[in-house]
Each structure stands twice: as structure tokens, then as C-alpha cells.
């Protein structure tokens, strides 16, 4: 009983906040969804067994772009991503500039045609990748 | 798949990369030769140079705009473009050699009320900014000869921006809100504004929008459809936004317009597919995603296929996947 009496306050409290308008469930719940907190992992490319090329030397690229008349993609990627992690202000990471007004990221080109030069590693899915390394 | 490094020309200053966007030189054959513009994240010498200025912003954030011709390994820098409107950009639209649009994703850079503005869908302060600019002589200032003004307000985290279904219109996503707005450009003498007519709500985070035309688009199958990837699960993110050996996933949808031929809605009856989802094992977080075709005739066993290029903020490689359309 003193658990029960313990408990109904706050859930009362949550109730009128909610019949009050000040707490939007609808948007709440739509919160949670977006940001994934009911998602369950999963990997589409590993369950599905899909065809994969891994580009390298493309580390922490955000962006891409597809120039449709040269048919090139190009990507602006960084120069060391431990920095990324140090320093980041898209994220409002601030803890250490070390290095960073030294560091230049990279603008690469990245065409997309499948050649039978060993440009790429290919593999079916990340247990594979695994083995190959 | 080849990969090739751009040598910079008359370009040492520290590059923080973000948002690109490539459009065609005008004054070549279409193909022959681009401008490249890229947001750069600059440490800001005035906080962190030895005159501190504790008041001073932490990054000094700005557009760099190179040329490059295709087929070589330059890149020859043309200027960077500096405003007091351009404050926390995230992503660019190129719109002419000249101008573009640049979305600022926030309007708090750090602490309670930027996590305010995250998490609260209501916090529609960041904007898109329209700016124009002209070149400038060695001895001018960065934000010499740059006009700029708002061209879209009224949204919660201004994030991706990228084109859409026909020239004269963009999509700008929303990361916290995992919505994507279709927006008119509306063009005056010396601004462009943008007026949303569409939107469409996703089941997670967004980035950076890409629209897929399908040139091999027939009377029974059309693939063309807005590409958007995200994370599956962002929530995670203030716990492995600081570690190099975090796990955060990627989702990519792909956003087709259901609508009726005949219906004469002007707003998109939207209907998302997911086109892949990880959880780390292949891909670290997703922000851009795109599409490209492969020729049918040239597909063993027929069949619409694409190779779906993923990356993110934190991804070690570009990952190309082959998909069925």
C-alpha cells in the first residue's frame, strides 16, 4: 500500500500534465520512434546476403554528390577521424582542437563503374569481410 | 570502383569537412569541368589563439569553393565564402558558380538550450541561407563581396539539403525531426527564398537528401524517388559521438510518390520503402545516401537493380551495395 500511495502522485501528476497540454504524447511517442529507442539492429545486407563494395580510402565521408554529366561521385571526407571525435561542431563536440587547425580533409572523386581492375574489396556480407581480414 | 584523392591548388588552410555539392562549369561542356563547394568546420583562432576571446564561437565556419576539371587530380581553390549568416552550416546547394543555398542546423551551438533545440520539435529556429558572392583579389577579406539573407525559416533543424524532382525545387531534411520538406525556390533580383509545399515524416533520423531520376523509367516501373539515410538508432549517439570504436548503424529509405496520375493534389501521397538497414557490422552511421542504376539489358536475369552508395559522419569506407530497385 505505502508503494502503491508512493507511486500515484507522480502518475497524477504526469496525468495532469498531459489533459493540461504541456506534455504532447502524440510528439513524445513520435520522438521515440524516430530516434529509435523501439528499434531493433539489424543488418538488411547480412540477412539478405547482398553484393557489397567497401571503397577505401574514402574514411568519414558525410556527404556525397553525383555529377550526373561526368557521372562521377564526389565526397568530402576527413583527414584523421580520431579528430572527428575529439573536435566536431555539427555535433557540438568541443573537447580537443588538438591537431585540428592542422588537419586537411580530403575532397574525392569516386567513379562509379564496375571494372575488373582490384580497386575495391568486394564481399558478400560483414562475416566475410571478417574472414578476409 | 575507383577512388582518386583531389590534390588542392592554392588551398593550406585546415579543412573540417561537412556538406558538398558539385554543379557544372558553365563555361565548358557540360561534363568537362565543375565547381565544388564544401562547408569547412575552421577552428576559431580568436577562441583558440593566444589572445583568447572567451566570447568568441568556438568554430568559424564557412564555404570553400573550388574548380576542378574532370580527368585530372586538381582542384584549384577559388575562395571561401565567410558570413555572419552562415553559422552552423551543415549542408550545400549550389545554385550557380556564384551563389547557393547552405542550411545552418542549428541556432545554439553547445549546451541546455541546444539540447533543447534538438529534442524539442517545436525549437524551429535554424534556417537556410541564401548567399551570392564575386570573386575577390589577394589583398580582400573572406567576407568581402558575399550577400547573403534567409531563405527559409519556420523548421526545426535545418540539416540535408538537396535537389528535387525538377530544377526549380529542393528538399531540406530534418535530422531531429526525420522529416524532409519540398520547397520552391522563388527567386527575386538579389534573393531566393524558399516556400514549402510538401513534406513528407520518416520513421527515423535524416541527413542529407538525394533524388533518384531512373533514366530506365518505363510505363510499368518507375524507381525515381527521394534516397534519405539516417540512423537507426540516435539515440545512441551521445554515447558513441566520442569514441572511434563506437557502433551506430545506418537506415536508408527510399521515398516514392504514390499519388495518383489523375489526382489533383499538389501535395505527394509519400510512401517509403526501406532500402537497407545496418547495425555497425558493415556501416557506421548513415547521412548521405544515392543511387545509381544499373542497365537492365545489361543485368543477368533482367531485373531493375542499383548500386546504393552509403556513407556517414563516421563510416570508414563508402560502402557500394547492389539492391533490387
Redesign the interface.
Known amino acids: 500500500m505505502a508503494r502503491n500511495s508512493f507511486l500515484l502522485a507522480p502518475l497524477i501528476a504526469v496525468m495532469a500534465a498531459v489533459l493540461a497540454g504541456y506534455i504532447n504524447v502524440a510528439?513524445t511517442y513520435?520522438?521515440f520512434?524516430?530516434?529509435?529507442?523501439f528499434?531493433a539492429?539489424?543488418?538488411?545486407?547480412?540477412n539478405e546476403g547482398?553484393?557489397?563494395?567497401?571503397?577505401?580510402?574514402?574514411?568519414?565521408?558525410?556527404?556525397?554528390?553525383?555529377?550526373q554529366?561526368?557521372?562521377?561521385?564526389?565526397?568530402?571526407?576527413?583527414?584523421k577521424?580520431?579528430?572527428?571525435?575529439?573536435?566536431?561542431?555539427?555535433?557540438?563536440?568541443?573537447?580537443d582542437?588538438t591537431g585540428?587547425?592542422?588537419?586537411?580533409?580530403?575532397?574525392?572523386?569516386?567513379?562509379?563503374?564496375?571494372?575488373s581492375?582490384a580497386?575495391?574489396v568486394c564481399y558478400r556480407t560483414?562475416a566475410d569481410?571478417r574472414h578476409r581480414q | 570502383?575507383?577512388?582518386?584523392?583531389?590534390e588542392?591548388e592554392n588551398f593550406?588552410?585546415?579543412?573540417?569537412?561537412?556538406?558538398?555539392?558539385?554543379i557544372?562549369d558553365p563555361d565548358t561542356a557540360?561534363?568537362?569541368a565543375?565547381y565544388?563547394f564544401?562547408?569547412?568546420?575552421?577552428?576559431n583562432a580568436k577562441y583558440?589563439g593566444p589572445e583568447r576571446d572567451e566570447k568568441a564561437h568556438?568554430?568559424d565556419?564557412v564555404v570553400e569553393v573550388?574548380h576542378h576539371e574532370?580527368g585530372k587530380k586538381t582542384?584549384r581553390h577559388i575562395r571561401t565564402v565567410k558570413h555572419e549568416l552562415i553559422e552552423?552550416p551543415?549542408?550545400v546547394l549550389a545554385l550557380s558558380p556564384t551563389s547557393f543555398l547552405v542550411t545552418n542546423?542549428?541556432f545554439y551551438?553547445?549546451g541546455t538550450m541546444?539540447l533543447i533545440e534538438d529534442?524539442v520539435?517545436y525549437s524551429t529556429w535554424s534556417t537556410t541561407i541564401y548567399a551570392q558572392f564575386e570573386r575577390i583579389n589577394a589583398d580582400e577579406q573572406e567576407s568581402d563581396r558575399v550577400q547573403a539573407s534567409v531563405a527559409l525559416r519556420g523548421i526545426q533543424n535545418n540539416n540535408?539539403i538537396g535537389r528535387g524532382r525538377h530544377e526549380n525545387e529542393v528538399v531540406v531534411a530534418t535530422a531531429?525531426?526525420?522529416s524532409a520538406y519540398f520547397g520552391q525556390l522563388k527567386r527575386e533580383k538579389d534573393r531566393v527564398t524558399i516556400e514549402v509545399t510538401d513534406e513528407f515524416?520518416?520513421?527515423?533520423?535524416l541527413d542529407?537528401p538525394?533524388y533518384f531520376i531512373d533514366p530506365y523509367a518505363n510505363s510499368t516501373f518507375d524507381a525515381s524517388g527521394l534516397v534519405l539515410a539516417g540512423?537507426?538508432?540516435?539515440?545512441?549517439?551521445p554515447q558513441t559521438?566520442?569514441?572511434?570504436e563506437?557502433r551506430d548503424?545506418a537506415i536508408v529509405w527510399h521515398v516514392q510518390d504514390r499519388r495518383a496520375a489523375a489526382a489533383d493534389s499538389a501535395r505527394g501521397a509519400w510512401e517509403a520503402k526501406?532500402l537497407?538497414?545496418?547495425?555497425s557490422?558493415?556501416i557506421r552511421t548513415g547521412?548521405?545516401?544515392?543511387l545509381?542504376p544499373i542497365d537492365p539489358a545489361k543485368e543477368k536475369g533482367g531485373g531493375r537493380r542499383a548500386?546504393l552508395?552509403v556513407?556517414?559522419?563516421?563510416?570508414?569506407?563508402?560502402?557500394?551495395?547492389?539492391?533490387g530497385l
Open positions: 510528439g513520435r520522438f520512434r524516430v530516434f529509435g529507442v528499434r539492429h539489424q543488418s538488411t545486407i547480412d547482398l553484393e557489397v563494395v567497401r571503397l577505401p580510402e574514402t574514411t568519414y565521408c558525410e556527404d556525397l554528390h553525383h555529377h554529366p561526368s557521372g562521377l561521385i564526389f565526397a568530402a571526407c576527413e583527414a577521424p580520431e579528430l572527428r571525435h575529439a573536435w566536431f561542431p555539427p555535433l557540438a563536440i568541443f573537447d582542437v585540428v587547425a592542422e588537419a586537411q580533409g580530403f575532397i574525392k572523386t569516386i567513379d562509379p563503374k564496375v571494372s581492375s580497386q575495391a560483414s569481410a | 570502383m575507383k577512388v582518386t584523392q583531389l588542392y593550406s588552410s585546415s579543412f573540417m569537412t561537412h556538406g558538398i555539392d558539385v557544372d557540360p561534363g568537362k565543375v565544388i564544401a562547408v569547412n568546420h575552421r577552428p583558440y568556438k568554430a565556419s573550388f574532370i582542384a552552423t551543415n549542408d542546423d542549428h551551438r553547445e541546444r529534442l520539435a540535408g531531429d525531426g526525420g515524416h520518416s520513421e527515423s533520423t542529407n538525394t540512423l537507426p538508432k540516435a539515440h545512441l549517439l559521438a566520442r569514441s572511434v563506437g548503424g526501406l537497407l538497414q545496418d547495425n557490422d558493415n547521412t548521405t545516401a544515392l545509381v548500386w552508395f556513407t556517414g559522419f563516421a563510416s570508414k569506407n563508402v560502402l557500394a551495395v547492389k539492391i
